[in-house]
């Protein structure tokens, strides 16, 4: 049989392979389309509202029953029991059924009208942060609410004017403003950063599988023949097709999140789309740069793994990079996603002009450059295949 | 009869010993069994170990210029979680500040409002955040709201004085004292909130990707791979068994890395009882084991384990509740959720580790992991019977 050699044969024969096998259709449409509802649909709702929590009424007056009144009034809070004890109520948020509580202790009343100082205590379950932050804001915005009052009942019965105190009681105002996401939707949030970070990791899974079927299988020498001996034309023409294909998936995910979906989007499409498709590359390009340290199926693979799910905390979505330790937050920047996450925050939420995020899109550059310099070493194995299980 | 139940015996300890030498010479394997649980949950602990983010820098716009203005900034400033990094004389000064990563937050003060709060009104002040990371926001939060407290109760008790007198007597010091306790994570601390879960997410695909690899090996050419990797006793169930047997035997000790002394190291919450969270977890382990087998019937070829499932991490990640509550996901990612054994694990796990919860008190998850490994035993035994074994025993003629 006639060798066909060129980059459109190589290109032809790398879509072949995908086409055939289903792993690489899940690899390459499947998880990734799956992800990106997941996700989204996940925190569709924005904030959870309705925290189920628990009230613990030891006084038993016509104030307690008032806390209690507006406690229930609230959205985010769902008042699921209400129990005599502190031990009751542990027990209860041990079993999970509730996330906090709010406990009115014994005299309550009395003791408040009387000036003996009684103290509201609230408790809320940290182990779980999004729905422990909202109660505990909610809890807190009651327990002040109570404050003020009881501060103007007392006022009132010293003779004074309610009416006319009632800014007094709260002097000073600040009012928090989210730029961007004014409703704190958690989606936005989250699902700007996991999705694409998701993306990232089977773009480095799939280059680095790809090419590691052709050392394992030993048709790597093939390929080389086809490309005339040269490796960078039988890489670019491999994983061109890939390239393409990727580039679909990430103008799908672009208009998913911020069409279909409606996140924010101040800045320009046009530089979103830009990020997105030199994103595709630097991930393609870092991988590459894995699997020519590592020429090892297996290997490259755990080391594209490993890092592809570290990612998702290194690259700092949750965390600040800042706040971490400085020898482990320093590794967030040889990641392609941080960039991605980098560019997003400034033109897609912030809408801040492209000049402030020239240095994300200069360490793409820097990405895709970075697998010339072990290109040797792939031609090295791919000349001579060797699989080492 | 007798003679046939030692047989099966024989062959059952066969297919035990035989597997610990397939799992010793398959590198990706081990890699599995111990790289995964002993060096990534320390790296991933490392990151986090920080645990709370202080001093994130903001600028101030204060056009007030007043001592009250002065004294509202610097009392944000002494909050752990802000760090005043100057002024701006505008607002585009500050959003420039932004831009520019300088800074994540603007204080800005207006105009007469000294002047208002000295007339008995509110005085309004706004605070713009960034929010790329919902951790800052939260951290703004709490110190502008600490600060308009302690600032508000101050200016109240005198004003109240000042127009009352005899309110004095009874508005002296803090009226109603508000106290708020943190359970389960005492600290609030990030690495505390997230890391006892992951550990039982590590735990879990450990085993997965570990059996699937195995599965794989099994089917591939033992020319390539180097060994004969077949290991079956003539009965499907008790080769299951012994194979299940030996990776759990290899499992122990990391897993009392795992939940023992990752969180002595990284001090996360260990309020639960060792012993019982072994008990707790068991059935997981056991259920990760069927579900494993069960996954064989897809694997191919062992490296594919990483194309197919490592994305699932992600997946179980938000399935188990820890990020998004489980009481509020919509129902078809609920549903899925309840087959993963991850779920139940986890959630029962940090129950009993951070809030120290009983066996007794994680009863509807521990019995929910014990349904879950029946159904995966017998959904992989099906899959081994019908699937993997045809399989295994057509390619050996085609290579023999």
Known sequence: MKLEKGIFAIAVRSLIQIVRRPIYWFGFFGIPLFMFLFITSMMESGLPHHIPAAMVDRDGTSLSREVTQSLSALQTVDIKQTLNSFTDARESLQKGEIYGFFLIPENFQADLLAGREPVITFYTNMTYFVPGSILFKSFKTIAVYTKAGVAMKIANSAGADAEALAPMLQPVNIQSRGIGNPTLNYGIYLSNSFVPCLLQLMIMLMTVFSLGQEIKYGTSARLLKMADGSIVKAIFAKLAPQTLIWWIIAGFMLAWLYKFNGYTMQGSWWVMALSEMMFVLAAQGFALFIFGVLPNLRLSLSVCSLLGILSFSLAAFSFPVQSMYGAIGIFSYILPIRYNFLIYADQALNGIGIYYSRVWFAAYVAFIMAPFAMLWKIKKYMKDPVYAP | ?400
């Open chain 2, 1 to 400: 009869m007798l003679k046939k139940i030692s047989q099966g015996f024989r062959n059952f300890f066969l297919v035990y010993c035989r597997e610990f030498k397939l799992v010793f010479h398959d590198q990706g394997i081990i890699l599995f069994f111990f790289f995964l649980p002993l060096a990534y949950p320390v790296i991933y602990s490392l990151i986090y170990n920080p645990e709370l983010v202080k001093e994130v820098e903001i600028v101030v716009i204060d056009s007030d210029r007043t001592s009250l203005s002065r004294k509202l900034t610097r009392m944000l400033d002494a909050c752990d979680e802000v760090r005043v990094i100057g002024y701006a004389s505008d607002l585009p000064e500050a959003r420039r500040a932004l831009n520019e990563h300088k800074a994540y937050g603007i204080l800005q003060i207006p105009e007469g409002f000294a002047k208002k709060i000295g007339r008995g009104e509110t005085g309004n002040t706004v605070f713009y955040s960034d929010m790329a990371l919902l951790i800052r926001y939260r951290g703004f939060l709490m110190a502008t709201t600490n600060v308009m407290q302690e600032i508000g109760s101050e200016l109240m008790t005198q004003d109240i004085n000042n127009t009352v007198p005899l309110a004095s007597t009874v508005v002296s010091g803090d009226l109603l004292p508000i106290n708020d306790i943190s359970m389960g994570n005492i600290r609030s601390g990030f690495d505390s909130f997230i890391m006892p879960g992951v550990l039982i997410l590590i735990l879990h695909q450990c085993i997965i990707l570990a059996v699937g690899m195995a599965g794989g090996a099994k089917r591939e050419n033992p020319r390539l791979v180097g060994y004969d990797p077949v290991n079956i006793a003539p009965s499907v169930l008790s080769s299951m068994v012994a194979q299940a047997l030996c990776y759990i035997t290899i499992i122990a000790v990391p897993i009392i890395f795992l939940i023992h002394y990752v969180p002595l190291m990284f001090r996360f919450p260990m309020a639960g009882d060792f012993l019982q969270e072994i008990a707790f977890l068991t059935p997981m382990v056991i259920a990760a084991c069927g579900l494993g087998y069960a996954y064989q019937a897809t694997v191919q070829e062992r490296e594919e384990v990483f194309v197919s499932w490592v994305f699932t991490s992600v997946m179980l990640l938000f399935l188990s509740g820890l990020i998004w509550p489980r009481y509020a996901m919509p129902e078809p990612w609920k549903a899925l959720s309840a087959i993963f054994p991850s779920t139940w694990g986890v959630e029962g796990f940090i129950k009993m580790n951070a809030n120290g919860s009983s066996l007794s008190q994680v009863r509807s998850e521990y019995i929910n992991l014990w349904i879950l490994a029946g159904v995966w035993w017998t959904i992989g035994w099906a899959v081994r019977k019908w699937i993997v074994r045809p399989q295994i025993f057509g390619r050996k003629k085609k290579f023999v």
